[in-house]
């Protein structure tokens, strides 16, 4: 590709439309995709940016089960809230498509069938994991166990989304079917794959060697673990009846993986949009002088940086993703984001609650986005962010300049005097910030790019304190009018470089300054704030002032967080389970249990187990090593030294190769509070004799 591309093509991930979306998805990858989007746009570029609905895949078909409609139904009902929710927010999409259209159906298939007649594909009959009790294959989603990379119990059947490892469901330890619970068996079927052990060494050196000074740490770093581990036949179809149908003779039953069939979503979605512009697709995905940049989450790397590649290049004719510029993940208020738990704020209720406040959400995702680590999302920050920042910094200049113009030339931009050193110094440092600015886009800094804009409206502000024009309207009406003036030149430079961050925002400022909007003819660029002393001219006459932004009170955040404790206290009652009275036992039965006051002398975490610590007791009898499942409640550092009741005449259990010879008593306070049975120093346990 050539260094100064014709056309760009900008890709975001699609949304699985099994739930709306939420601020994890926005901060991860829509709203660096959309600032990206704009900028080039105002740079004169030719710009593709796509998307679309995902509604293929498990997680559909679990959600359809769940509220007892068709997948059909499920997919209808979701692409219309995130369609909407993104075109209210202002991602600027140049086409919103979706993987059930008919174009998708037959450019999914048709790359598929182009792969397979050219013998890309290997055929196998492999054992996979199968429910009797459902009577079907459980593919990805369907299958629940543990990580065999981290341990983590609760991966799927796909893909870990605790250390973010992509695997085959064969893969997992002790799995479980997700419909019904059951253990499943190993079961004979055909599948087509994907050998992506053929494309190791073109990998490496494409992403290894190519990429490794222009690729975020991140990526580049997952991309290499994945190479150096080996890489194995992916398969690219699947046993189930939602999806796309694979488009050859013995395949009845089966359809394309979504993880094949997805990313080729871009490529249809683009075809849709220049069918309906009348323009030619395939220079777009297909010439050498355009840049293809995928926008997406961490947990998706592996999918667009190994497998879409190696389809792309096995195919033949189409270029390749020149960046990957994956972000990590947004937690809230200190836990991770959940929508089985609606632990989560969802734009469309955003768009409700806030209504006209897109870009206060924007420049706080922005400000605080997961670009090389994970990051918290708080709306007490969010809160400071809009008041402390938006409206005390950047509304606030511009606020005070047009109320000045109006106030002491009826909203007429003044001619100035003579330039004093100062002023020259304020423009000068005025039209580096394009080029700062972008610099920091180029480099998908985008956090940083926001920043040097809210440097911009602090330029302003410190420009009119030192200078201050309302004093000098008194004494010197030639200087008053130089001074605002220059404040004028900054109030429409950030009417322009604000667009790619805060749309709105940009919008409503260049109506104030009455200038003209972005795309209209003879509308100022971003290059005219980087080369032009005169960006707003003198006898221009400019609208009344206008809040950009409203402070937000704190009434306003106690109720979303009051909303996400009510999400909390309802996701835990319906998720509490009430285990149910054991079978009688005798008087004699209970005599036989030995209980002994112990003391936790050691304690260390049971690697790679999510709950579990391997403690060291001493019973008094003896020291004995207990496996307890209570490292979701305590550390190690905090139990030892510890009294606690021992079971001491339970059968020894093995657990994860550590023999566990006993049984520490614990149990829930009203609040569900896990806690010990605590004995005291008499060796009572809840007024009764442990011995």
């Not at 397979?116 to 629940?144: C, H, M």
């Not at 983590?152 to 893969?171: I, L, M, R, V």
């Not at 290894?208 to 673990?225: E, F, L, M």
């Not at 512009?277 to 940086?305: A, M, Q, R, T």
Request: aromatic share 10%; with cysteine; net charge negative.
């Amino acid at each position: 590709m050539s260094q100064d591309p014709k056309r760009y093509t900008i890709t975001a991930a699609l949304p699985y439309t099994n739930g709306p979306v939420h601020i994890g998805h926005l901060a991860g990858v829509y709203v660096p995709a959309d600032i990206y989007a704009r900028y080039q746009r105002l740079q004169g570029k030719d710009v593709a940016f796509v998307c679309g609905s995902d509604e293929h895949g498990v997680p559909i078909t679990l959600k359809a089960k769940k509220e007892g409609i068709t997948p059909q139904q499920v997919v209808d009902k979701y692409h219309a809230i995130i369609k909407r929710s993104f075109e209210d927010f202002g991602i600027s999409f140049d086409n919103y498509s979706r993987t059930s259209a008919k174009i998708h159906h037959e450019t999914a298939s048709d790359f598929f069938k182009k792969l397979y007649k050219e013998g890309k594909f290997i055929e196998e009959v492999t054992e996979q994991l199968f429910d009797a009790e459902a009577n079907q294959f459980l593919a990805d989603r369907f299958v629940i166990g543990i990580c065999p990379k981290c341990g983590f119990e609760e991966s799927y059947g796909d893909q870990c989304e605790h250390c973010g490892t992509s695997h085959n469901a064969t893969d997992l330890i002790n799995p479980k079917s997700a419909i019904s619970g059951a253990i499943p068996i190993l079961k004979e079927t055909k599948h087509w794959f994907l050998p992506l052990d053929q494309y190791e060494a073109w990998l490496k050196e494409w992403i290894v060697v190519g990429h490794k000074k222009d690729w975020k740490t991140n990526v580049y770093g997952q991309c290499k673990s994945w190479i150096d581990d080996g890489l194995r036949p992916r398969a690219v179809t699947r046993d189930l009846d939602w999806g796309i149908p694979v488009p050859v003779e013995g395949a009845d039953g089966k359809v394309l993986y979504v993880w094949f069939d997805a990313p080729i979503g871009y490529i249809s979605a683009t075809k849709e949009w220049a069918d309906r512009e009348g323009k030619d697709w395939e220079p777009y995905w297909k010439s050498e002088d355009s840049k293809l940049l995928h926008f997406i989450g961490k947990d998706n790397i592996v999918f667009h940086c190994i497998i879409f590649p190696s389809m792309l290049k096995a195919e033949g004719s189409y270029i390749l993703p020149n960046n990957v510029p994956a972000n990590e993940f947004l937690n809230l208020e200190g836990n991770k984001i959940s929508t089985s738990k609606n632990w989560a704020v969802w734009l469309h209720e955003y768009l409700e609650e806030f209504p006209n406040q897109q870009d206060v959400l924007r420049y706080v995702l922005t400000a605080n986005a997961p670009e090389t680590k994970d990051n918290d999302f708080t709306w007490g920050d969010f809160q400071a962010r809009n008041n402390n920042e938006l409206v005390a910094i950047l509304g606030n200049f511009i606020n005070r300049v047009i109320v000045l113009t109006n106030k002491y030339y009826d909203g007429i931009v003044p001619e100035p005097s003579s330039f004093s050193e100062v002023d020259l110094t304020t423009l000068k440092e005025l039209r580096a910030y394009p080029s700062v600015i972008s610099n920091s886009i180029e480099r998908y800094r985008f956090r940083e790019a926001q920043m040097e804009l809210m440097n911009v409206a602090r330029l302003g502000n410190k420009y009119l304190a030192d200078e201050e024009p309302w004093k000098t309207i008194k004494t010197d009406e030639d200087r008053t009018k130089t001074v605002l003036y220059v404040s004028l030149q900054i109030a429409s430079a950030l009417a322009v470089l604000s667009e790619p961050f805060l749309p709105f925002t940009s919008k409503k400022l260049k109506g104030i300054l009455d200038i003209l909007q972005g795309g209209e003819k003879d509308a100022l660029t971003w290059n005219d704030v980087n080369s032009r002393n005169k960006l707003i001219p003198s006898g221009h006459r400019i609208g009344k002032g206008e809040l950009l932004f409203s402070k937000i009170e704190d009434e306003q955040i106690q109720q979303q967080l009051d909303k996400l404790q009510a999400s909390k206290k309802m996701n835990e009652a319906e998720n509490k389970e009430v285990t149910p009275q054991k079978e009688i036992c005798s008087f004699e039965d209970f005599t036989k249990l030995d209980m002994r006051v112990g003391t936790i002398i050691e304690a260390e975490k049971m690697p790679k187990a999510k709950k579990l610590l391997v403690l060291k007791v001493d019973t008094g009898i003896d020291v004995r090593t207990i496996v307890s499942g209570i490292a979701e409640s305590f550390t190690p550092d905090e139990i030892i030294g510890k009294k606690v009741t021992v079971l001491v005449n339970l059968a020894p259990r093995t657990l994860r190769g550590v023999d566990s010879e006993g049984m520490i008593l614990m149990t829930e306070t009203p609040d569900g509070k896990l806690v010990f049975v605590n004995p005291d120093i008499d060796g009572i346990v809840n007024g009764l004799p442990i011995n």
